[in-house]
């Protein structure tokens, strides 16, 4: 086992009754993602040896999530929620042999710091606590501190009034021993207010037993946990102040940046020019010197130096834009991969498609993928000319430097260097257009 190894448990188990929701509550979104997914991101900057989510109301449904954003993760079920002594039992089987330390996180507390989590880590005494010294210490539980250290947790409904006027308050994460906390968590009782078995009684327990117990104290901010739909709203307004800053910090120029809206996991690099009212779902990259112009939707997909996307376009998942690409306004990719220097201007759709170097698509474009059960691909060749309001119906090719003339369906494959045409030939009735609008008009004053 690697000197100082670490595991991690991350409690997700809790109904979230104050959302108001069938959604369990640690799947509901910050930033893109679910907030589950914040905890594991802040966990695997650990590099730990494992992590366990300890799951319970939805217990399926988070498993399945758990599984999406972190497959290497476990999670094990609390059948019954009796606290949070009794959901880190839950976890000790699958850390049976583990010797290092243990942090415990929680899946509804989404901006613990890297550097608290590592500092966490790294602290000497055999139990840590994070804490942090609240504006409004409200109904958090207190910490009790002496010369000694940390001497014990006291949860707000078995508090005297002068411990209630204590500031410094209990987050909620923990660090300890991983030795220490196998053979402490039996010994935890139920015999409080609430009838539960509280993680909170690990340090009196370890004092009792001789070890040293301490608190690192952090931000307010980082500790914010979401129980309602207001708090989670004011989470999204704080993670994207953030994300904003951090942006601009690194060398992205952000137009207006109170009207971008960013993902957790979303990557843009330096001197990218973001326009106003941006939204990046998740799983979005943006390359060093690409702009976005305004009013663009992107999530899952990939922008590549000196490329241009917008205004009011929207790439899709598996959209993969190469250097020096323009997509106009009113242009949908998805699943679509666009080579080198290629054109689409406007009023376009490709989907299921590949289309190669410096190809220009003409407006009014489709690639009609979908017969009505699976899906077809297109593949354009390189240098290749698609007339305005082709449709192209897959699966079909076009070749290297092949043409397709304006408004043509085109349901065959065209070679290289070839120009096709299919649509009707137009026939020219003289006078028809004033003769029959001059008997639609006498039809309807007849009426």
Known sequence: MAENATAVVILAAGQGSRMQSDLPKVLHRLGGAPLVGHALRA?????????????????????????????????????????????????????????????????????????????LAAHPSDLVVLGFEAEDPGRYGRLIVNDRGLDRIVEWKDADAATRDIALCNSGVMAIDADLLRALIGRLSNDNAAGEYYLTDLPALARAEGRRCDVVICAEAETLGINTRAELAGAEAAFQARARAALMAQGVTLTDPGSVFLALDTVIGRDAVIGPNVVFGPGVTVESGAEILPFCHLEGCHVSEGATVGPFARLRPGAELGADVHVGNFVEIKNAVLDEGVKVGHLTYLGDAQVGEHTNIGAG???CNYDGVSKHRTVIGPRAFIGSDTMLVAPVTVGADAMTGSGSTITEDVPDGALAIGRA???????????????????????
Not at 49 to 56: D, F, L, P, S
Not at 425 to 444: D, E, N
Request: glycine share 8%; hydrophobic share 45%.
């Open 43 to 119: 966990a695997r900057s650990l590099e730990p040896e494992q992590i366990v989510v300890v799951t319970g109301h939805g217990s399926d449904a988070v498993t399945r999530a758990v599984a999406r954003l972190d497959p290497e993760a476990a999670t094990v079920l609390q059948a019954e929620q009796l606290g949070t002594g009794h959901a880190v039992r839950q976890a000790m089987p699958v850390l049976e042999g583990f010797g290092g330390r243990v942090i415990v996180l929680y899946g509804d507390t989404p901006f613990i710091a890297e550097d608290t989590l590592a500092e």
């Open 365 to 367: 474009t489709i690639t």
């Open 425 to 447: 030939r137009q026939a020219t009735k003289p006078g028809l257009a004033t003769r029959l609008m001059a008997a639609l008009r006498a039809k309807k004053e007849a009426r």
